[in-house]
């Protein structure tokens, strides 16, 4: 198993929860724009399915690195783009078209993962 994209998984969904805490709670302090706020809890919601995806992944299709880095890189641009954008929309503007390239790798990941072999999953003998 690609150690390294189970790690990765389980920073990012530890990450994105924590920020999805700070969105919900310590981020109403600074920003009062609703649409923002939604945004950052969109970006959250983003990197915490596909964290979970990414470590499942990593055990179910271990061999299929591809969809995997198509998957950090993703979250990477898709969901830290957003964060960053939210925080300083004028001094992160440059990052505006780094959010779509995110989400075409985060389409690309399950698409990797489609067209790949099958996962491995445990076999259960019945009783």
Do not use: E
């Not at 690309?108 to 999953?121: I, K, Q």
Request: proline share 8%; glycine share 12%; hydrophobic share 50%.
């Amino acid at each position: 198993m690609p150690l390294p994209f189970w790690t990765i998984g389980c920073v990012y969904g530890a990450s994105s929860v924590m920020l999805g805490a700070f969105g919900a709670h310590g981020l109403k302090k600074r920003i009062a724009d609703p649409a923002r706020l939604a945004n950052w809890g969109t970006a959250a919601q983003y990197q915490l399915i596909h964290s979970a995806m990414l470590a499942l992944s990593a055990v179910a299709a271990p061999q299929n690195t591809i969809a995997a880095g198509l998957f950090t890189a993703g979250m990477t641009m898709f969901s830290g783009s957003i964060y960053l954008l939210v925080l300083d929309p004028q001094r992160f503007k440059f990052l505006g078209p780094v959010t779509p390239l995110g989400g075409l790798c985060l389409i690309g990941g399950w698409v990797a993962l489609a067209v790949g072999r099958r996962p491995v999953f445990p076999v259960v003998p019945r009783r």
